[in-house]
């Protein structure tokens, strides 16, 4: 097996964007799930007792409404007794049409409107869940369902599918005997500026992998791209994976120059769903798959000296993504 050197640095960057419960990268894909499957009983269960519901506020209703006769007839009772003590004299004549006005238009109104609002309210809730249950369910299980569609948009991310693209690559680049060391998330930065295709503009690079051994240093490239993706990459206003292969293999050429004189670097483009074709605009990158990679790089002549491959592992080493 490979000796591996850090770790992939989009999954690193997929990690840093999404919810503590995923660790690695298989966990996006494995909690998404968990939760779908989560919510789908979740929600069954709802459905289920939505017959049952219904009857309990339907008999909620039927209480307010008892309690509003109830309470009319417990003011209406002592307005009775209020005329009563009033045509006995029992009250001075103004103060007892005060007190019989207050109980009648104040007290037994406010008391009245109370239950007409909880009524009002409650056929309301009512009408919602013999009509629209769905609008309950997403409202009562809004935490839960904004969880699932965090995953989904998660897993339809581009930080998702760049992640689990280098996560096979470096999967199976892992399957190289352990005369090859892998380095992830090289950043290589140069003291300057250098001139790329007739412009000044160049001096840092992340690459995916690095693969040093006998058989040289050979600068992967990851892409996960769709064909419709790829077609239209340009209009985002990004590098060419082509571009970007190349002006990482400069970078990293540059880079090794000053540990060991003119080292080659062999530049590859790896495409994920093998949809991307060798570019005669960029003749020094290479493009390969899945299938081939381990077996382009293993096939290629010793370049470099036992001693050259230490002293390239034991600086490099220092650059990859923790």
């Given at each position: 097996?490979?000796?591996?050197?850090?770790?992939?640095?989009?999954?690193?960057?997929?990690l840093s964007i999404a919810p503590e419960s995923v660790q690695k990268i298989e966990d996006v894909e494995t909690v998404h799930q968990?939760?779908?499957?989560?919510?789908?009983?979740?929600?069954?269960?709802?459905?289920?007792?939505?017959?049952?519901?219904?009857?309990?506020?339907?008999?909620?209703?039927?209480?307010?409404?008892?309690?509003?006769?109830?309470?009319?007839?417990?003011?209406?009772?002592?307005?009775?007794?209020?005329?009563?003590?009033?045509?006995?004299?029992?009250?001075?004549?103004?103060?007892?049409?005060?007190?019989?006005?207050?109980?009648?238009?104040?007290?037994?109104?406010?008391?009245?409107?109370?239950?007409?609002?909880?009524?009002?309210?409650?056929?309301?809730?009512?009408?919602?869940?013999?009509?629209?249950?769905?609008?309950?369910?997403?409202?009562?299980?809004?935490?839960?369902?904004?969880?699932?569609?965090?995953?989904?948009?998660?897993?339809?991310?581009?930080?998702?599918?760049?992640?689990?693209?280098?996560?096979?690559?470096?999967?199976?680049?892992?399957?190289?005997?352990?005369?090859?060391?892998?380095?992830?998330?090289?950043?290589?930065?140069?003291?300057?500026?250098?001139?790329?295709?007739?412009?000044?503009?160049?001096?840092?690079?992340?690459?995916?992998?690095?693969?040093?051994?006998?058989?040289?240093?050979?600068?992967?490239?990851?892409?996960?791209?769709?064909?419709?993706?790829?077609?239209?990459?340009?209009?985002?206003?990004?590098?060419?994976?082509?571009?970007?292969?190349?002006?990482?293999?400069?970078?990293?050429?540059?880079?090794?120059?000053?540990?060991?004189?003119?080292?080659?670097?062999?530049?590859?483009?790896?495409?994920?769903?093998?949809?991307?074709?060798?570019?005669?605009?960029?003749?020094?990158?290479?493009?390969?798959?899945?299938?081939?990679?381990?077996?382009?790089?293993?096939?290629?002549?010793?370049?470099?000296?036992?001693?050259?491959?230490?002293?390239?592992?034991?600086?490099?080493?220092?650059?990859?993504?923790?």
């Amino acid at each position: 097996m490979a000796i591996i050197y850090g770790r992939a640095a989009a999954e690193k960057d997929l990690l840093s964007i999404a919810p503590e419960s995923v660790q690695k990268i298989e966990d996006v894909e494995t909690v998404h799930q968990e939760l779908k499957e989560k919510l789908i009983i979740t929600k069954k269960d709802f459905f289920d007792k939505v017959p049952n519901k219904i009857i309990e506020e339907e008999k909620i209703l039927e209480k307010i409404k008892s309690y509003e006769k109830a309470t009319h007839q417990k003011f209406d009772e002592k307005i009775k007794i209020l005329e009563s003590k009033k045509a006995q004299g029992g009250f001075s004549i103004i103060s007892s049409s005060i007190k019989i006005s207050l109980v009648k238009n104040i007290s037994k109104r406010r008391e009245i409107n109370k239950i007409k609002n909880l009524e009002k309210k409650q056929n309301v809730q009512l009408t919602e869940w013999k009509e629209n249950p769905e609008q309950i369910f997403n409202r009562e299980k809004k935490e839960q369902i904004n969880e699932v569609k965090t995953f989904a948009s998660l897993e339809r991310s581009k930080e998702h599918k760049g992640a689990k693209g280098e996560v096979r690559a470096l999967k199976k680049l892992s399957e190289l005997s352990d005369d090859y060391h892998i380095f992830c998330g090289v950043r290589a930065i140069l003291p300057r500026y250098v001139t790329y295709n007739g412009r000044k503009n160049l001096r840092s690079a992340q690459m995916d992998f690095v693969v040093v051994s006998k058989k040289g240093v050979i600068l992967i490239e990851v892409k996960n791209w769709s064909m419709e993706y790829f077609k239209n990459h340009d209009k985002l206003g990004k590098l060419n994976p082509y571009e970007q292969t190349d002006r990482a293999g400069m970078v990293l050429w540059i880079f090794l120059k000053s540990w060991r004189s003119s080292p080659r670097v062999t530049n590859v483009l790896l495409s994920i769903q093998d949809n991307m074709d060798y570019n005669r605009n960029y003749k020094h990158v290479f493009v390969s798959n899945l299938d081939r990679i381990n077996h382009f790089i293993e096939n290629r002549k010793d370049e470099l000296s036992e001693k050259d491959v230490k002293k390239i592992v034991g600086e490099l080493e220092h650059y990859v993504t923790k």
